[in-house]
Every structure is written in structure tokens, then in C-alpha cells.
Nanobody, 116 residues
Framework: QVQLVESGGGLVQAGGSLRLSCAAS????????MGWYRQAPGKRRELVAF???????TYADSVKGRFTISRDNAKNTMYLQMNNLKPEDTAIYYC??????????WGQGTQVTVSS
């Protein structure tokens, strides 16, 4: 069974940075397309970035140039470096498969709160 554990969230001021981590067990992240999602209060969950098996990356327009997704195959961990954070980035952030409807079980997510 695949388990995903997100961490690294917190409270930061606008313009600040955070690095989120997604540790996986039960699957090799290098063999699946993985993404970072976020869900703000009252809004639908959205995909903000994903990384392909060959490590190419894609970003939503809202985070392009500010967020960087990466993967450490040796640690079987995926990261999301978030710079120049804005209040509208406030959400719970999750990691999961991207480009497929066959999601792994969702983790608990990690809360990111950006104050203005």
C-alpha cells in the first residue's frame, strides 16, 4: 500500500519561502508522474506542479517562476520549493499522482499560511 506523507508547511509572511516535502513508501516516485496539489478553503483542489518520470516539470500559471518541484530518487522524496509566497498561496498542500485518475490514498497534507 502506498503511503504519502507531506511536511514542511507553516506560517510565513508574504514574500517568504517554504520547502515542502513528500515522503513516499510502497512505490518509487521516480516511476510515476507526481504532482503537488493545493486546496484553499471553499475551493476545489488544484494541481500546481508536476514532475514526470524523466524529471521534466510543469507548473500552473499562478506559481510559475516562484515554485520549483524536484525529486530525490535516493530518498524517494519529492519537494516543492516555494519562493515569493503570496497570501493567495494559502492552502493545504498535498502530493499525489498526476495525469491519472488512479490516485494513491491522499495524505493528511501540510498547511501553508501566508500573511500579508
Amino acid at each position: 500500500q502506498v503511503q504519502l506523507v507531506e511536511s514542511g508547511g507553516g506560517l510565513v509572511q508574504a514574500g517568504g519561502s517554504l520547502r515542502l516535502s513528500c515522503a513516499a513508501s510502497g512505490t518509487l516516485l521516480s516511476r510515476v508522474v507526481m504532482g503537488w496539489y493545493r486546496q484553499a478553503p471553499g475551493k476545489r483542489r488544484e494541481l500546481v506542479a508536476f514532475i514526470a518520470t524523466f524529471a521534466s516539470t510543469t507548473y500552473a500559471d499562478s506559481v510559475k517562476g516562484r515554485f520549483t518541484i524536484s525529486r530525490d530518487n535516493a530518498k524517494n522524496t519529492m519537494y516543492l520549493q516555494m519562493n515569493n509566497l503570496k497570501p493567495e498561496d494559502t492552502a493545504i498542500y498535498y502530493c499525489n499522482r498526476a495525469g491519472s485518475s488512479q490516485y494513491f490514498d491522499w495524505g493528511q497534507g501540510t498547511q501553508v499560511t501566508v500573511s500579508s
